[in-house]
Nanobody, 127 residues
Framework: QVQLVESGGGLVQAGGSLRLSCAAS????????MGWFRQAPGNEREFVAG????????AYADFVKGRFTISRDNRNNTVYLRMNSLKPEDTAIYYC????????????????????WGQGTQVTVSS
């Protein structure tokens, strides 16, 4: 059985930090790519950051560059998203995703590149 479980969300003031974790079980951690997405009410799910199996960063969305850092610990089957300098517009449900197959460039930004998803963790940033 494949499972992704996110944790670490919560309520934080603007300028604060959070670290999200995504614990993977099953064969997902041999996944070619892991990603973080987010979805705010009324908006589509959007790519935040992605990382390849070997640790190479795929990309960050422009709106998080310089503030968020994605990393993975293959030994512990966990992917992290460190979020600094949080803004109210970062408020959303954050989802972890795993893609079994290799993706290239902007193809990795699409939800269709990912095969498995977690249930999401709420991040709320107050002004």
């Amino acid at each position: 059985q494949v499972q992704l479980v996110e944790s670490g969300g919560g309520l934080v003031q603007a300028g604060g930090s959070l670290r999200l974790s995504c614990a993977a079980s099953g064969r997902t951690f041999s996944a070619a790519v892991m990603g973080w997405f987010r979805q705010a009410p009324g908006n589509e799910r959007e790519f935040v950051a992605g990382i390849r199996r070997g640790g190479t960063i795929i990309a960050y969305a422009d709106f998080v560059k310089g503030r968020f850092t994605i990393s993975r610990d293959n030994r512990n089957n966990t992917v992290y998203l460190r979020m600094n300098s949080l803004k109210p517009e970062d408020t959303a449900i954050y989802y972890c995703a795993a893609g079994i197959y290799y993706c290239l460039g902007s193809g990795c930004y699409s939800v269709s590149a990912y095969d498995y998803w977690g249930q999401g963790t709420q991040v709320t940033v107050s002004s």
